[in-house]
């Protein structure tokens, strides 16, 4: 069985921050038979208790397992949890993924003409807002035990984990509130330039607090993390607020890279290719842990939930496809990809089928399943066999044994948010935008690392010519697909919202078509533009 950091869930009394304490967004109820804040604290092992909270806020969605008592109210409690909002941000909205569902809200983030009142953007704002509420609320109760070095560590990861949560506001929002203390005000609101602002120096101050790599137990972050997120936002400081920063970028990309962390070029049985171990039941185990930087820890017996892995596996299998090959009961057929992506892989083809579509590849990272399914999607909707499945994610280990849940219903596989390869690909990027302090000789090394286990061997490698900004987003897109990553990346590149690069339905029509700029960001939700008089809606909603 596998035991993650994050069972142990205790509430945290929560404070009305980036929302308001109003009748009308009553999101966070507090669970009777949860610790107090003031028991919470009382010495260094009930503070760590405290801050399994805050992971797990990240992870799962309640207090009584996959349903019953969500932390968020008005929206379903599976479709909360943040890694299945990521997709539904990130993914959704992009060339990677389709989903062939109708619940509400659910067919405009593909289509891209979503409104203030979307569930999916409304919810994923609360759930980041009640990740900064928890962390400012442990933050504030633990200085009492700031003596304790232990705690004093504690407090930098609630920190990071706070700043992160932070970036990914300003990433999906921009302009949002900026609080670090419990507060009854209603909050003012913040630049994104602010936020960038107090992210970076966040991650700068706590980087000598954190543990070093491999001092904590697994599925907590240490100070790597705060290196690795540090050269995400530089990356996207020129998008995100008009300032070249690509010299950062390569800086802090470099010292994660230097860390002890790995690459997984050997899988469980000694074999050179080991990508599809990154995505199995048993990968906080098997050797990927060692390149997981950041990851969101479940277990199909200790951490229930219909996000995470859970949505990941059973949603994405349908039509032929045999969910006991995946370690589940059974798919939900709803989620698989536009060719598009699959496109991305064209370059590694080895087999077509009679109409000259490809269902085979050199390139390990192609995890398509096609038996039954079209290359092209006439119909998202009730149509599952419309577009290529996608087989990356899997609730069975290296050796092909099903996960811990008997039942197979949830997923042991974790999830990473952040690991090596995208730092990696971070470098790169970097150096190809200006970056100094790095160069392509040394990047192509890098590139070529995670190459030469998509193909396992170096028949895929590539000479430094071959780098070009327009290969690195396509290498991102073949590495990090349905990792969360693909929306932020399209719009660094200025490809998002505008009309020179289409794939299947965007904006709604089965060609695509372009939408208009002010899609490169969500809108505040409307009930809380409604109570807060100090906030004004993003331009467009």
């Known amino acids: 069985m596998k035991m993650n950091f994050i069972k142990k869930l205790i509430l945290i009394v929560p404070a009305c921050l980036l929302v308001a304490c109003h009748d009308d967004l009553d999101q966070y109820p507090i669970d009777p038979d949860s610790f107090t804040e003031t028991n919470v604290f009382v010495d260094a092992q009930e503070a760590k208790g405290a801050l399994a909270k805050l992971y797990a806020s990240l992870a799962l969605t309640g207090q009584q397992g996959p349903a019953g008592d969500a932390d968020i109210t008005g929206i379903d409690e599976g479709t909360s949890q943040y890694s299945r909002l990521l997709y539904s941000l990130n993914e959704l909205t992009t060339d990677n993924a389709v989903v062939g569902w109708g619940d509400p809200g659910l067919p405009n983030l593909h289509a891209m003409d979503w409104g203030a009142s979307n569930d999916f953007t409304t919810g994923m704002y609360y759930r980041l807002a009640q990740e900064v509420s928890f962390c400012n609320s442990f933050i504030s109760n633990a200085e009492a035990l700031n003596e304790d070095p232990e705690v004093a560590a504690y407090i930098a990861e609630a920190r990071f984990l706070r700043a992160f949560a932070y970036y990914n506001l300003m990433d999906f929002y921009a302009d949002v509130p900026l609080v670090q203390e419990v507060s009854t005000e209603l909050p ?10 107090f992210v970076e120096a966040e991650l700068l101050a706590i980087q000598d607090n954190l543990k070093d790599s491999g001092a ?139 109409d000259g579509n490809p269902i085979e590849w050199a390139d390990e990272r192609a995890m398509f399943y096609t038996d039954g399914q079209s290359f092209e999607i006439n119909t998202i909707a009730n149509t599952f066999t419309d577009g290529y499945a996608v087989t990356k994610f899997k609730n069975v280990d290296s050796e092909g044994n099903a996960g811990s849940d008997e039942g197979g219903d949830f997923v042991d596989t974790d999830l990473p948010i952040i690991r090596l390869a995208e730092v990696y690909l971070n470098y790169t990027e970097a150096v190809l935008r200006g970056g100094t302090g790095g160069d392509l000789a040394t990047a192509t090394v890098y590139i070529n690392e995670l190459r030469q286990r998509a193909f396992g061997d170096n028949s895929g490698n590539i000479s430094s010519s071959d780098l070009s900004l327009d290969f690195i987003l396509s290498e991102r897109a073949r590495e990090l697909y349905w990792e969360g990553q693909r929306r932020t990346d399209l719009i660094r590149f200025n490809l998002f919202t505008s009309g020179s690069y289409l794939w299947p339905f965007k904006g709604g029509t089965r060609g695509g078509m372009a939408v208009a700029e002010f899609r490169r960001l969500f809108p505040l939700p409307s009930n809380l533009i409604s109570v807060n008089p100090n906030l004004t809606q993003n331009p467009g909603y």
Do not use: C
């Not at 970028?249 to 990508?275: L, R």
């Not at 820890?297 to 090959?325: E, P």
């Not at 989620?335 to 991305?344: D, G, S």
């Open 216 to 354: 904590n137990e697994y599925g907590r972050v240490d100070k790597v993390a705060s290196w690795a997120l540090l050269s995400k936002l530089y990356l996207n400081a020129e998008s995100w607020i008009g300032e070249p920063m690509y010299t950062e970028a390569v800086t802090f990309s470099k010292q994660a890279i230097n860390s002890t962390y790995s690459i997984n070029t050997t899988d469980a049985n000694g074999n050179g290719s080991a990508y599809d171990e990154l995505f199995l039941a048993d990968n906080n185990s098997n050797g990927a842990q060692n390149e997981f930087i950041f990851a969101l820890n479940f277990d199909g017996n200790q951490s229930k939930t219909y996000g995470g892995t859970t949505f990941l596996v059973h949603a994405s299998i349908g039509g032929s496809m045999d969910a006991s090959l995946f370690g589940v009961n059974g798919g939900w057929a709803g989620i698989r990809t536009t060719k598009a992506l699959v496109n991305q892989f064209d370059y590694a083809v080895t087999a077509t089928d009679d």
């Open 188 to 197: 003012e609101q913040s630049t994104r330039r602010e936020i960038f602002d």
